[in-house]
């Protein structure tokens, strides 16, 4: 096959999935003017699309985002790790002030990593240990500024992916990281802050598969194969219009048999919710998970105003600004662990076999 023909059918092919996201969000379009009562603990509001209401920013808004860069060496994995922190102090909708934690620049944590660690345990090590960072980073911000509203990058829970296998030698890192979390939602409660989370390209089809099992048994307004393959984001494109949220919906719909979720304690696992907003016109919807054990209508509500408020600066860009500024200070550049690297090599000496043999080529 040449790669003209193979471009053509990628291009085809997309096309092919734009029409269908289309016609079935068409199809889908009369259900935002029903109220709608699933009798189903996975829809628990009784519309599947709401108005956003607008809020102003007041008070003080945190986020915390980290980034890390790693070089697999012959006998250890050296990672550096930089996590930070921004609180905008704002009023009246106008950033007043700005803090960092633990300051505008600093130098990333570097973390060896040398226990022989299987390869898919290597990846599972360099992330639990940037989420260890990262929790961290958040509960000293919430004691210390005591926000309203706490931003993190990616999803309020650990994703399957960093998840070792039983017998694993990681297991320990994450059962730690599981107490980290929560810990994290009950200082979060202890000083009243709301835990916002925000997946910034999102990949989940949990919306999807709620209309397909649920609201399709109920409402057949198209064959649930058509929206076979489709992801969140892409199907809720068209189905939703700017300054719109989906209702919320639980995070998975068997949290005993969810690989992660059912290692939390039952007070918080079944307290954790997803819902959709559609900040800008020209991105795609943004994922937004956040805590409820109260009044959820309301407390969706809030996070939906306050997630919209701030990522709809930029029309094409549809993300909190307070983790754009978190994520600008945290990202690491590749050259920062070559310092690090460069400068454990000159102390070795040349007579140390660490490089990696790909690494190491004379020709």
């Given amino acids: 096959m040449s790669i003209v023909s193979v471009i053509d059918g990628a291009v085809n092919a997309i096309h092919e999935t734009e029409k269908r996201k289309a016609l079935v969000s068409e199809k889908l379009l009369p259900l935002k003017e029903k109220g709608l009562s699933f009798d189903s603990p996975e829809l628990p509001e ?17 986020g915390v985002d980290s980034g890390f860069v790693a070089k697999r060496l012959a006998s250890v994995d050296l990672v550096l790790i930089r996590a930070m922190g921004v609180v905008f102090s704002y009023e009246n909708g106008i950033v007043k002030k700005t803090d960092y934690f633990p300051g ?43 926000p309203k509203y706490c931003f993190i990058d990616g999803s309020i ?27 994290l939602y009950e200082l979060a409660e202890e000083n009243n802050c709301a835990l916002i989370a925000t997946v910034e390209d999102s990949r989940g089809s949990r919306f999807r598969g709620i209309i ?19 992801f969140d984001s892409s199907l809720l494109d068209y189905f939703l219009s700017v300054g719109e949220r989906t ?24 307290g954790i919710y997803g819902l959709y907003i559609k900040p800008t016109p020209f991105d795609k919807p943004l994922r937004v998970e956040f805590i409820s054990k109260g009044d959820l209508k309301k407390e969706a509500d809030e996070v939906a105003s306050v997630a919209f408020a701030l990522s709809s600066l930029h029309r094409e860009y549809a993300y909190p600004s307070v983790l754009i500024e978190a994520d600008f ?13 460069n400068k454990i090599m000159d ?12 690494d190491n080529r004379p020709f």
Avoid at 111 to 136: F, G
Avoid at 213 to 230: M, Y
Avoid at 247 to 253: D, G, L
């Fill in 157 to 183: 829970v650990p994703q399957y992916q960093d998840k070792p296998r039983k017998e694993s030698k990681l297991t320990k890192n994450y059962v730690d990281i599981i107490k980290e979390f929560e810990s």
């Fill in 212 to 230: 397909q099992d649920i609201v399709l048994a109920k409402e057949p307004l198209v064959e649930k194969h058509q929206l076979d393959g489709l």
């Fill in 46 to 62: 009784k519309s599947l699309c709401f108005p956003v209401a607008k809020w102003v920013p007041n008070g003080l808004v945190a």
């Fill in 247 to 270: 209702c919320a919906f639980t995070y998975t719909q068997n949290i005993k048999q969810h690989p992660v979720l059912h290692d939390f304690s039952e007070e918080w696992s079944h």
């Fill in 347 to 358: 102390k070795l000496g040349a007579s140390v076999k660490l490089k990696m043999r790909r």
């Fill in 104 to 146: 505008y620049f600093r130098f990333p944590e570097p973390h060896l990593s040398n226990n022989a660690l299987e390869e898919d345990e290597a990846e599972q090590s360099k992330s639990l240990m940037r989420l260890h960072e990262e929790v961290n980073a958040a509960k000293i911000l919430i004691k210390d500024h005591k």
């Fill in 329 to 341: 200070h945290a990202k690491l550049k590749q050259d920062e662990i070559e310092i690090v690297y």
